[in-house]
Every structure is written in structure tokens, then in C-alpha cells.
């Protein structure tokens, strides 16, 4: 997947369209979601072109990499979270329904969420996972 500068998330960090800030740092900012799938939610994305974790892992300074994964850490408090309980997911690609091609991640809580994945049982085979 390549990096598409006119997604809405580079298009965010130009201030071309707002957000409601949750958190900002030098290299991360967190906001929410115009869409939100819980009673809190909220995305949290590193300021540069990183499409997925991958991309970010190899490619982001180590500098980048320490305050992304902070900016996620600092923000469940700020939300009044962190003793209730919240979930923190991210997509990649096609198969997980990766809506923006920018690395991003999701902070859901404010409710029970329920199971992470419906369906309930794996897929024959998957003793990858046991």
C-alpha cells in the first residue's frame, strides 16, 4: 500500500480539515473519531507518511517511533480511561478493512465493547495461535 498524500489524515495534519484535538506532541496527534464505533473514540496517528505498522517500524526514526507509542499511552488517561478499561486497535491492509492508508490507532471505550471479533471460534488449521 502505498501513501496517498490526499487521504484524510495527511489532509488533517495540513489543517486543510479540523479535528477535535484529544493530544498533540511533536510527532503524534490524537483526535475524534467524525465516526465514532464506542462512546469514546478516538484515533491517534504519527504526523508523518507511515502507512501501516510495518512501514512505520522500518522507516520512522526511533525518535518518531518513542513518541507515537507514548502519545498512545498519555492519551487513555487524558480520556478518563485507563481505570474503566479501553481497547486499542489498528488495521492493515485490505483484509482488516484498512479504511485510510495512514498508520493509525483507535482508543474504543466509554462501554462494554463485547468480543473482539465475531464468530467466536478460529479457523481450522490456526495452531499458529495455541
Known sequence: MSYDNQNIFAKILREELPCEKVYETKHSIAFKDINPQAKIHVLIIPKGPYTSWDDFSMEASVE?????????????????????????????????HQEVPHLHVHILAGQALGPMLEGGDLPPNTNYLR
Open 64 to 96: 518518531e517511533q518513542a513518541d507515537f507509542v507514548a502519545a498512545i499511552g498519555k492519551t487513555a488517561p487524558r480520556l478518563g480511561v485507563n481505570k474503566t478499561g479501553y481497547r486499542l486497535l489498528t488495521n492493515h491492509g485490505r483484509d482488516s
